[in-house]
C-alpha cells in the first residue's frame, strides 16, 4: 500500500533532504511545498497519511497550519524548527502534534518516527 506524506518547507535545501531521506521508506509518496497555503492545497487534492512541517512559514506559520489540519484530521503531524521559544513543545503538544524535532535535527531519526507513526511495512 502506498502512502503520501506532505512536507511543508519553505526552504530548498532542507526541503530536499528531508525528501531524500523520506523516499528511503518503502512505498511512499511524497509531495512537497513551501507554503501552508499550497500545504492545504495540497491535503484537498490528495489522500495524505501525514504531514511533515516547519513552523516558521510565510504569510501563515506551521502552529496555524497544524490547527487548521487538525481541525479536520487527526493524521501524523511531524514538527521540525528552528524556533526556540520553550514554549514550542507544550503548544505543539496541546494542538496535537505527533513530534517535534527542533533543528539541526537527523534526517533518518526523522524518517525513522515517521515510519512509527504510519506503520510502513
Known amino acids: 500500500m502506498t502512502r503520501s506524506i506532505l512536507i511543508v518547507e519553505d526552504t530548498d535545501h532542507t526541503r530536499d533532504i528531508l525528501e531524500m531521506a523520506l523516499l528511503q521508506l518503502p512505498n511512499i509518496v511524497v509531495h512537497s511545498v513551501a507554503t501552508a497555503e499550497e500545504a492545504l492545497r495540497c491535503l484537498a487534492e490528495n489522500n495524505i497519511s501525514a504531514m511533515v512541517t516547519d513552523l516558521n512559514l510565510p504569510r501563515m506559520d506551521g502552529f496555524q497550519l497544524i490547527e487548521t489540519v487538525r481541525a479536520a484530521s487527526n493524521?501524523?503531524?511531524?514538527?521540525?524548527?528552528?524556533?526556540?521559544?520553550?514554549?514550542?513543545?507544550?503548544?505543539?503538544?496541546?494542538?496535537?502534534?505527533?513530534?517535534?524535532?527542533?533543528?539541526?535535527?537527523?534526517?533518518?531519526?526523522?524518517?525513522?518516527?515517521?515510519?512509527?507513526?504510519?506503520?510502513?511495512?
Do not use: C, W
Open 75 to 121: 493524521m501524523p503531524i511531524m514538527v521540525i524548527s528552528g524556533n526556540n521559544d520553550p514554549h514550542t513543545l507544550e503548544r505543539l503538544v496541546s494542538l496535537g502534534a505527533s513530534a517535534y524535532f527542533p533543528k539541526p535535527y537527523s534526517p533518518s531519526q526523522v524518517r525513522q518516527r515517521l515510519e512509527e507513526l504510519i506503520d510502513v511495512p
